[in-house]
Structures are given as C-alpha cells and as structure tokens.
C-alpha cells in the first residue's frame, strides 16, 4: 500500500494497544511506519497505522485483544 493514504478515526474507547510510535516528519519519501506495520502483518498481527493528531506522530497499533 505504499503511496496511498488511508485515514482511520480511533476513538479512545477502541482499544487498541500501541506498538510503536514513529515521528510524523519522516524525510520526504520514507514510511517507517508502514513499514513496520507491514513486517508485524506478516508476523500475522493484525497491525494499523493511525495519525496522532496531538502528538504529530504515527502510530502502530493493534486491537487490544491480541497477544494479551
């Protein structure tokens, strides 16, 4: 899914359990994020990445049931 933008609303009360955190100011190009998503993924976690909007920051997360 490189190059494509998805925007997810995550409410507090979705809980979901953050994996990583990745700074929103990336150099022009690079996608650490989606990247890790990607490898958890294929480690057969259901990773997503959502914008902290607060925070500027991109966040890897996974619905608070898994692995728990």
Do not use: C, H, I, N
């Amino acid at each position: 899914m490189q190059g494509q933008r998805f925007t997810v609303e995550v409410s507090a009360g979705m809980g979901a359990k953050v994996l990583e955190r990745f700074p929103a100011g990336s150099p022009r190009g690079s996608w650490p994020a989606e990247e890790y998503a990607a490898q958890r993924r294929a480690e057969g976690e259901s990773a997503t990445v959502v914008m902290d909007l607060k925070s500027d920051a991109f966040l890897v997360v996974v619905p608070a049931g898994d692995d728990d």
